[in-house]
Structure formats: C-alpha cells, structure tokens
C-alpha cells in the first residue's frame, strides 16, 4: 500500500491561476513533510519544507500542513509557464529520515 | 558549483555487467541517500550513510546491490550482475542532520545518473 498519495494528474491552470496540489500520507508520526519540483529528465529540487501544522509561505509557493488529518497542500498562486512541472510530495520517516515520495503530480501551465 | 554532483551522467550496459555510480555529496553534509526513480514513480529509497556508516538499507536493496561511503565523504553504489529491470534513474541526495531538535533534514539532490540494461 503506498504511503504517500497524491491527487491524481495531470492538471492544467490558465497563467495566473491558482494551482493547487494535495498529499495525503498514511505515517502519522511523521514530522517533516516537502515538496519538490521535478522537470521532465532532471532531478528532483526541493522548493517547501514545512514541520508544523497551519502554512508556511514563500514567495508564490505557500505550503499547508494539518497533521490531524494527515493531509499537505502546496498552494502556487500567479501561476507561470515556467511552473510546469511535476510536483512531488515527500514525508520523512524513520530514524535515517527517509523520504517517502508520492508519484507526483504533473502540472502544466497553459500561457 | 557546491551542489550534490553525480557521475556518469548516463550509462548504458549490457545484462550481466556490472556497474559503478559515484556521488559527491554537499561538502558540509554528513547523511547521504541513495533513490531509485523509475518513469512515472516518485524516487524510493534504496540506502543511508551516516558519515562513513551506513545504517539503513530498503528491501528494494538486493545483494547484487553494494553501497560504500569511504572516510564519510562521496559514496558508490555499485550493481553486479544487471538486469534489464535495473533500468532506472539513480538519485544521491545529501542532507545535514541538525544537533537537536527534530533533524529536520532537507534533502538536496544531485543530477542523477541514468541507467539503461541492454
């Protein structure tokens, strides 16, 4: 059973959109939840850290946390071409804090 | 360039070849990961070193598999034996484990290397 999901993709917002992806994880004792940008043929890069419940933001990225249900979302406001990419939640675990990666969500932005 | 470097960038092998990766880690950062991604997946992950020990393997880890991290610095992930199921990106991420506190361990990744069993 995964242990990370995300909302099913792929999923298109018109240019200053605001694009919104969910994750649920099913580890509740994890603490330290991330999210990552990954271009088509490249690495993941790692844009939000967030550890505790309410919202973190920076810049048009704001990421939301309630542990309660177990739930992150990352919130892109004024969406831009350039944010097309997929999106992948991670949720660190046991005592070598390893990440549990959902398989991503593929956004594109349509000028 | 301080980032996680990793090379090759791309190998191709025939079945039954073994393989070496290499990994060089942010200079600072004393855990190193080693993920696998596959097309369409999130990356999994396969080991970590704390410094030079490495101290958790995933069941995805088999014994063709071999990890080394010599004196705590760049880690190689070798594989004997490959198979065409062994196809995959091979990701090294480094992190920097806090004193304290949660650890809260950002994982910075490095390029990848690319593998593709003929």
């Known amino acids: 059973q995964k242990e990370v999901e995300q909302n099913s993709g792929p999923l298109s917002v018109p240019e200053g959109a605001i694009a919104s992806l969910n994750c649920t994880y099913s580890?509740?004792?994890?603490?330290?939840f991330f999210w990552y940008r990954q271009y088509s043929g490249k690495s993941p890069e790692l844009i939000m850290s967030?550890?505790?419940?309410g919202d973190k933001e920076d810049g048009r990225f704001t990421a939301q946390l309630n542990k309660a249900s177990q739930y992150v979302s990352l919130l892109i406001r004024d969406s831009q071409p350039s944010d097309s990419a997929t999106y992948l939640c991670?949720?660190?675990?046991?005592?070598?804090?390893?990440?549990?990666f959902g398989s991503g969500t593929q956004l594109t932005v349509l000028p | 360039d301080t980032g996680v470097s990793q090379n090759p960038r791309h190998k191709i092998t025939k079945r039954g070849q073994n393989v070496t990766f290499r990994c060089d880690p942010i200079s600072e950062h004393n855990r190193l990961y080693w993920y696998r991604q596959t097309l369409g997946q999130g990356p999994e992950f396969l080991t970590y070193?704390?410094?030079?020990?490495?101290?958790?393997k995933s069941r995805l880890l088999s014994d063709r598999f071999s990890a080394e991290r010599p004196k705590g610095s760049f880690s190689t992930l070798e594989i004997q034996r490959t198979e065409q199921g062994d196809s995959a990106m091979y990701l090294c991420a480094s992190s920097f484990r806090t004193s304290g506190g949660a650890g809260y361990n950002e994982q910075f990744f490095g390029p990848g290397t690319r593998l593709t069993v003929l």
């Open positions: 967030i550890y505790s419940n």
């Open positions: 580890d509740r004792v994890s603490q330290s």
């Open positions: 991670a949720v660190a675990s046991g005592s070598a804090r390893q990440l549990t």
């Open positions: 070193f704390q410094n030079e020990a490495q101290l958790e």
